[in-house]
Each structure stands twice: as structure tokens, then as C-alpha cells.
């Protein structure tokens, strides 16, 4: 439809069909079209909705996670029908959605010192050792969140901590049978016997004619398509098209290194020591709490250690450093502690200082001033990012001049040439083809591709790092079956390998028989010339100690017998083959080793429970809560 819109672009009809659209846009506004207020929710919580922005984000978020630990073996397609990646997200969402009601109406709050405390200590926001204002607000920016957007989210993300931490801190006492069976249970010993068949020495046995390749092509058609592939040609605009055009004037940096003025400033560095008296609650606790820091300030005074006072009689997290706070910037701390410390000399000890912590002694250990750099010492980097800002401006300004041309011209090779741009053409590659560079190899450039009908151009598509792509599609080869000639070498690998596990798992089963009925375990063996016996003396339940232990499968089934039934009833399938696996012996373990045992063991069963407690939390907050499920939002990501 574009096409034929670019075709009769000059003739009245299509003026008039133009002209009418944007007056319509005129009139109503282009929110009447487009309104994110008036998106659907992907999910509604108690009648607060999930919308598409909050989960396009968290699902981007997961999705660039995924990316980062897997690298280039990522594969979008292949972990959501694995792994249900959007369900996961989805169901993360509701539940911190769950979590955090509840934590209000159960009168949680953050106080505002320690959301800055939280803040501060983040590394992302650090410059020269501490916190920068300067470095706070350019994350920001490049964000796209305003400083109250990001304290709200963690504020809430505390409040979830709290509530979480709260529950899984209040789990009730571990059972001393639980401890004593999950004991015995993963430190007795087994003595495994099994006899191992793998289907690849079988596969030579194994001659398939045409007639049980073409069955088996017919079984499995969709397994053996040809992928869709493309041919393109694309245009690229970036920063380099117009990286000569742009210059920095000393006007230029002046105003910018003014606008930042921020980065360019080392807030003053203090490190510190403190000593803290909570004040207890009731009459006379304010008091008391004066007056046990007065003494400390004295027996400082009269020669004792700051530090060794601050280790026997402080109660704070800090105690055991002997109060070391370590670096402080401005700001950091509570107002009037943050008065006290950067008024105080260094090396002198405060009067006592009231917070709404308690009262505190303070020693100033050193101080680094603070500096702010001259415009001539970062003129170099102060240039380099005017270039890049101009050079983004005018990338989206001709953006908009492009999209024009584009709906109009239909030609990326003249286009590209017209304005300076990268112009490339691609030969036929599908989506599964080796790892592309540049902007071919951005997910959204496959996508765009494959979205684009044949003999079309698609739209101007933004990327990063202020780059626009636009790609029209020359030709497309659709998915082929693949006849028995052309994937009789893929055909032979697969059909080899499904009918050689086939025919090994019968022959475990004829030895299983075998040996239920009465027979020997050296006459099972016989049964196949390709039978592997094996032997693991002292097998655990969880492999503890062992060098050369069993497949995770054959252990858990040798973990499911008993000296009264020794023998596992089923093949059991691993990796490498299939087992018939048997108890000769069990060790049990040695209840004298149970409280050398306990000291590892009681908190990671208690941290068990303890999540297990939080699960029976949420689902109670769960079946209690309206949560309605929108698959059709869903199902668009």
C-alpha cells in the first residue's frame, strides 16, 4: 500500500487523501490515534493495571540479562518456548505488585536518610570515591527517569525487601527429625552397580532403505524446512554522516561545561569515625543516653582509644570497626551529623551530636578538599561530547526529513547517495544465519526484515547510540520441504540416532526382565556384546566428596530403591546412554557426625523453610487478590 501511495504521490487523489489525514491530525490530535493513557494492561492487579511499558520493560530487562550470560548462543525464540519468559516476568511483576500492598497496608516506610544512604552507596552514582550529584542526575538523563521517578521505584523495591526479609526472618523453629532424616539422608552411602548401553555403538547396526528415510521424513516434516530467507538493501544514518558538520564552539563548551558543572566538581571527602548511644524509649531515656556519651567523650578525653571505646561501647553496625565510617561526601548523612562532621577539625572529637538515631561522638580522620576542575583541564572532553550532542540533534532532525523522503521516493540507493548514508545489499541470509555486524546484527533489524512483505520498504527504525536504519525487501525465498535427496545426510544422522536410542532401550529392558526373573547379573550383561558394567562404591546423595561419581540420573534412581527391592524397575536414560541400574549395599551414616554436621547444615534447611513460608505467603496474598490476565497483550511481546 506504501508503494502505491509513493506511486501516485503526484496525483490529486492521494493530495487530497493527505491533505484530509493531517487535518484530521490537526483537529483531534495525534493522541486520538496513538494514546498510551488508553493502552490495555497486560494485567490487572486488585484494579491496578500492569501496563505494556512497565512489562515491555521488565521483559527487556530479563531478555538483556539472558543475553549477557549466554552471549551469542542467545536465542529469543528458543528460551521463550523453553522457559516462558514472558509468564516469568509477567508473574514477577503481580507479585511484587502483591508484596508491595501489603507492605503498605501494613505501615512499612522508608525513611528519607536512608533512601539516601541506598542511593549513595550505589557505585553507579560514584565519582572520586563518593557520591556525585553531577554523575546522579547524567544517569538520569540517559535513563530517561526523573530523580523522583527512580527514588520511587526503590522505595518500593526496599519496602518488598523488608516485608520479604521479615517473613523469611520469622520462620519457626526447624524440626529435630527433619534434621536428623535430611542427615541421614545425604550422608549414607550406597554401592551402585549398573550396566550402561549407549545407542552410539549401536548406530552402525542400523541401515535404513529409501522407503524408512521417506517414512520418517514424513513423520517429521517440519523438522526438515528450508528457513525463509531474505534478500535486502538498507540505509544506514548515523553520527558519521554528519560528524564533519558539526563544530564546538568556545561559546559551545563554555555552556555546556557551565550546564554540567556538577561533573566537573569533587564534592569534599571526609573519613570519619563515630560512636552511637540509641536513645531508649520511655522517661528518661534521652537523658540517660546524654549522659552515658558524655562519660565515653571524658574517657576519650582523658586519653583512651576513640576506636576502643567505639569497639566496647558503641551500638552501631560499625562498632567492630572501631567506628569507621569510611568515606563521607556531604549530604550523605542526616543533617545534623552532616553539620557537625564537615564543621569538625580534623582529629578532633564532637561534643555530642543527637540524631534521630540516638547521640553520637564524631572524630574526623582526614580530609581530601573538594575541587572543582577548570574548563582548559576537560576542554577535550567537554569538546568530544558537544560534537556528539550536535551530531545526535542533527541525526534526529534529518530523521524526520528522511521519513518524509522515504514515503515519497521509494529509492534507498538514490537516497543514501542524496545524503551522505551508508548503503548496503544483502544477499539471501535467514534469520539463523552466522552473527552479522553493525546494525544488521541488532535483533531489530532481523525482525524489521522479516515484517517487511516483499518489494516494500520498511519504516525509518531507531536504534542506539542515535542510529536510524530504513531496509526494504528485494526478494524472499519462503520455508521449503526439503525432498528425501536434499536432506538424506541430515535424515540418516536423525533417523540413526532416534532408532539406536529405540533399540537400546528394548535391550535394557530385555536385561531388566532378565534379572527380575531370577537371572544373574553377569547373564544381563551377556545379553548385549556392547553392555558397560559399572561399579561406584560410597555414592552420596548429593555426590559430596566424589571425583568420578554416577550420572545425576542414576543416582537419583539408586537413591529410590531399598535393600528389600535393590533393583531400579525402569531404564534409566542419561546423556550418555541407558542404565539398568542396582543397590548392592547401603552404609548408613554416622549419627556421632551429626553436630559437626548441624553447624552447615540447620541454616540452610531453616532458609528452606524460610522460602518455603514466603511462597505460602504470596499464595495466600494470591488467592485473596483479583488478578486478571490479558494473554492478547501478552502474546504481542
Known sequence: MLNAMRRGANTWVIKLLLVMLALSFGIWGVGDYVNSRGQKAVAVVDGEGIGPGEFAKAYEDQLNALRKRVGEAFDKKKFEETFQLRQQTLSRLIDQRLILAAATSLGLTVSPDFLRRRIAANPLFQEGGGFSM?????????????????EGEIVKEILVGQLQNSLMDATAPLPTLLLQDTFQMENERRVIEALLLKPLDLEPEIQPDDEALTAFLTENRERYRTPARLKL???????????????????????????????????????????LIPIAPGEGGEEAALKKIQGLAARIGAGESFEEVARSESQDVTASQGGDLGEVTPGLMTKSFDEALFSLPQGKVSDPVKTTFGYHLIRVDSVTPGREKPLAEVESEVKERVLRQKAVDQVYARSETLEEQLYVSGDLKALAQENNLTFREIDFQSGQDPARQGVEADPKFMETAFATPKGEISA???????????????????PEFQSLDQAREALLIDYRKEKSREMAKEHVQTMLKALADGGTWEDAHKLHAAALSHRWEAVTFNGAGEKDGPPLEVRKAAFRTSPNK???????????????????????????ALPEAEAKLRPRLEAGLAGEMFEAYLYGLRSRSEVVIHEDVLNRF
Open 134 to 150: 553531577g554523575r546522579y542526575d547524567l544517569v538520569m538523563r540517559n535513563s530517561g527517569l526523573t530523580p523522583r521517578e527512580f
Open 566 to 592: 535393590p533393583l531400579f524397575p525402569e531404564p534409566v536414560e542419561s546423556r550418555d546412554g541407558l542404565y539398568v541400574v542396582r543397590l548392592e549395599k547401603v552404609v548408613p551414616a554416622d549419627p556421632a
Open 233 to 275: 538493501r538498507y540505509l544506514v544514518l548515523s553520527t558519521d554522516a554528519v560528524r564533519d558538520s558539526v563544530t564546538a564552539s568556545p561559546e559551545d563548551m563554555e555552556a555546556f561545561y557551565q550546564e554540567h558543572l556538577d561533573e566537573w566538581h569533587r564534592q569534599e571527602v571526609r573519613r570519619a569515625r563515630h560512636i
Open 460 to 478: 525509518l527504525v531507531e536504534l542506539a547510540d542515535g542510529q536510524f536504519f530504513a531496509l526494504e525487501v528485494v526478494d524472499r525465498t519462503e
